[in-house]
Structure formats: structure tokens, C-alpha cells
């Protein structure tokens, strides 16, 4: 296995991973994501590609096209930050976000 980051050519395997139920009940409040959200997420991931920390990385194994992701993002709030992973159901399954709100100041 291995990490790689996130391509624009990757969205087909990253949208069929996001619509598993075992994905999308955790992730996407019950329902599987629209095409424009994945596909928003891949722009923002490559727009901020060059800061350090900061990512959208696919998990690569032979046995599946995509073994899952992890996504470090900003978070909602000035200095969060959002961690997102996801496993593909052959793989054990699951996805679970952290948003944590950064340092004190």
C-alpha cells in the first residue's frame, strides 16, 4: 500500500468510493454525495496543494482501485483544521471527520 496525492483523474474511483453506504452514512449525512461535492474537494485539495501540512491523499493497494483517502483540510473556523479518512468496504470500511480548532491564542 501506499499514499498519492489526489488528480483531477482520480475523481471516478474517489466518487465510487464516496457512495458506498458504509462511506456516505458517516460522511454525508446519510446520503451519498452530489458529483459537484467530490469534484469540489479535488479542486480545493489541488488549489492548496503547495502548503505544507496540507492534503488529499488516496491509499493504493493492488487488491482495489482506490483503498481509501485522507483529506487534512482547513476547517470551518480561522486556524481549524478538518481531518477526513475513508476506507473502501473490501478493506474493512468506515470514514470518520475531526475538526479540531487550532492553537489558543
Same mark, same amino acid.
Given at each position: 500500500?501506499?499514499?498519492?496525492?489526489?488528480?483531477?483523474?482520480? #475523481?471516478?474511483?474517489?466518487?465510487?468510493?464516496?457512495?458506498?453506504?458504509?462511506?456516505?452514512?458517516?460522511?454525508?449525512?446519510?446520503?451519498?454525495?452530489?458529483? $459537484?461535492?467530490?469534484?469540489?474537494?479535488?479542486?480545493?485539495?489541488?488549489?492548496?496543494? $503547495?502548503?505544507?501540512?496540507?492534503?488529499?491523499?488516496?491509499?493504493?493497494? =493492488?487488491?482495489?482501485?482506490?483503498?481509501?483517502?485522507?483529506?487534512?483540510?482547513?476547517?470551518?473556523?480561522?486556524?481549524?483544521?478538518?481531518?477526513?479518512?475513508?476506507?473502501?468496504?473490501?478493506?474493512?470500511?468506515?470514514? $470518520?471527520?475531526?475538526?479540531? =480548532?487550532?492553537?489558543? #491564542?
Amino acid at each position: 500500500m501506499y499514499l498519492e496525492h489526489v488528480t483531477r483523474a482520480d #475523481f471516478t474511483d474517489l466518487y465510487r468510493l464516496c457512495i458506498q453506504p458504509r462511506i456516505y452514512r458517516y460522511l454525508f449525512d446519510g446520503a451519498p454525495p452530489d458529483w $459537484s461535492y467530490v469534484s469540489e474537494r479535488i479542486e480545493m485539495a489541488l488549489a492548496g496543494a $503547495s502548503r505544507p501540512g496540507f492534503g488529499f491523499w488516496l491509499l493504493r493497494h =493492488p487488491g482495489f482501485p482506490l483503498a481509501g483517502a485522507v483529506d487534512l483540510a482547513d476547517g470551518e473556523n480561522p486556524c481549524s483544521r478538518t481531518l477526513t479518512w475513508l476506507l473502501h468496504p473490501g478493506s474493512g470500511g468506515g470514514a $470518520s471527520r475531526f475538526e479540531w =480548532p487550532g492553537p489558543p #491564542f
